[in-house]
């Protein structure tokens, strides 16, 4: 599904404050499974993972998407692959605040210009199927941790993604919303979703959802996990 092809990300290149990120990685990711890259921070997983979901382009190497070469494409190719192939959850969750649970969920889905009856019904299943469809017109400041971490799933999922990517999704939950967090995953991966995390936290890499561990150290691959 996704292959990386001798991938290197520089950040300030040629500058006194030059810093290599991530340094010559080759990797394959298959459909249907759940992916966990680990290691300690600063290692180049997130910047690895922004990669993965076209959000970072590399400094040099080949990325290839559903044996689709797409390192070079446009931001605003890109920008749709984004949409209709990846969902995001971040580590801060990123939410609106000022406006509704529901409106922070449709807002990835404007600009495909759906009908917003069916957009808002849409989100409002998104909800009731991750229990917090009770909270739809609170406004995002209100809620608890676990709660806007399910309104933050809500929103990756609206506009139906193959790819789920997750930046340290437990680093601001408890041990029984970590829990809860791998749960709503596992159900994601039955259902035909891919999951990528990256994370340091035990409970996610060692989750009997993740089928493969892939291992980073200053910016390098040091184990894919039993991958290519």
């Known amino acids: 599904m996704i292959h990386l092809q001798d991938i290197r990300k520089v950040f300030n290149a040629g500058k006194p404050n030059e810093f290599v990120a991530i340094e010559g990685v080759n990797l ?3 459909s249907h499974g759940a992916i966990a890259l680990k290691g300690p921070s600063g290692s180049g997983k997130t910047t690895l993972l922004s990669i993965l979901g076209c959000m970072a382009r590399p400094t040099s190497g080949r990325i290839t998407l559903q044996e689709r070469e797409i390192t070079s494409l446009p931001e605003r190719f890109l920008t749709e692959i984004r949409r209709e192939t990846f969902g995001f959850i971040f580590q801060q969750f990123n939410l609106i605040k000022g406006i509704t649970v529901l ?32 909270k739809a ?26 790819i789920i990517i997750a ?4 680093a601001h939950l408890d041990t029984h919303l970590s829990a809860e967090f791998m749960e709503i995953m596992r159900q994601l991966k039955q259902e035909g979703k891919t999951i ?20 980073m150290r200053d910016g390098k691959v040091v184990s894919a996990g039993g991958g290519p």
């Open 28 to 30: 394959a990711i298959d």
């Open 103 to 134: 409106e922070n969920v449709m807002l990835p889905a404007y600009p495909n210009a759906e009908n917003h009856a069916s957009l808002k019904k849409r989100a409002m299943d998104l909800l009731d199927l991750l229990n917090i469809g009770g």
């Open 137 to 162: 017109l609170a406004k995002v400041e209100w809620l608890s941790g676990g709660e806007a971490q399910r309104t933050a799933i809500a929103r990756a999922l609206i506009n139906n993604p193959t």
């Open 167 to 170: 930046d340290e999704p437990t």
């Open 196 to 215: 990528l995390l990256a994370s340091h936290d035990p409970i996610v890499y060692e989750s009997k959802v993740i089928d493969r561990i892939v291992e």
